[in-house]
């Protein structure tokens, strides 16, 4: 193994915040009271990202595939998701963050779409942290958003099929502007991606925790930076040793 260089930080973190309902249950309580835990955990979170100097962080809140929730649960994470727009937002923008949503947003009412925007338009000048929220995301839905738009740009002749490449298929995805993530974070147990960013991990560290998603903060995010720093990135390539 590598020997840990300390200077390795992730410039791009991504995480799964999962967990929450399991941890609730623990404690004898509705899976809800585990969500609203969860949003104290990802407060913690993003004030400890920022100690840390990581600039980008995306997290996901909301996938495509809650919906299969029973009704009062997705609505309750849905309060939340209000509530923490109402709440939060002036706070996180006097520190600096810029706030992004990520996701299919047409399904959302008036009021939330409203407070998505307003939190974009507020943050948007904003450099001490990117912060993309997934909110209703699909990897999926997002590579096939990217290849109807180049679909379209073909059957118009703007585009030939045969000169499409990777760049151009990055480009029209919901991260293309900013690099992809270094490290993934995956709490809760699970060792699977569940349909977060699919394209943009290929090359990804990634890091799985049995901590439960409101039981995180500065501790455990310690650990996942450690254990990163540790890791060796070939990119396909050789390692210094090898190669020597
Ligand atoms: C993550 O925690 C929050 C969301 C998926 C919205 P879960 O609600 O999935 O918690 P577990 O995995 O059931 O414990
Ligand atoms: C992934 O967690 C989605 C979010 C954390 C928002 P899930 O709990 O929905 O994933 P599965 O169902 O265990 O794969
Ligand atoms: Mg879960």
Not at 178 to 194: A, H, M, N, Q, V
């Amino acid at each position: 193994m590598a020997d840990r260089d300390p200077a390795q930080l992730p410039q791009h973190l991504a995480i799964v915040m999962d967990g929450n309902g399991r941890w609730a249950m623990r404690r004898g309580k509705p899976r809800t009271y585990g969500h609203q835990s969860g949003s104290e955990a990802l407060k913690r979170t993003i004030e400890a990202v920022m100690r840390r100097g990581i600039p980008i962080l995306t997290v996901f809140a909301f996938s495509c595939e809650n919906w299969n929730r029973p009704r009062a649960e997705v609505r309750k994470l849905l309060d939340l998701f209000l509530k923490a727009l109402n709440k939060d937002v002036q706070e996180l923008h006097e520190h600096g963050v810029r706030i992004n949503f990520i996701g299919d947003r047409s399904v959302f009412n008036r009021t939330l779409r409203e407070g998505m925007a307003q939190a974009e338009q507020l943050t948007c000048s904003n450099t001490r942290l990117q912060l993309n929220v997934a909110v209703n995301y699909s990897g999926r839905s997002d590579i096939v958003q990217a290849a109807q738009r180049i679909a379209a740009a073909a059957a118009t002749g703007t585009l030939a099929a045969e000169d499409l490449s990777e760049e151009h298929l990055n480009q029209e995805l919901t991260l293309a502007h900013l690099p992809p993530p270094d490290l993934f974070i995956r709490t809760g147990g699970e060792k699977r991606l569940s349909n977060f960013l699919l394209w943009q991990i290929a090359y990804t560290e990634l890091y799985f925790s049995d901590v439960l998603w409101p039981d995180f903060g500065a501790e455990a995010l310690e650990q996942a930076l450690i254990d990163f720093s540790g890791r060796e990135r070939r990119f396909g390539g050789l390692s210094q040793v090898r190669s020597a």
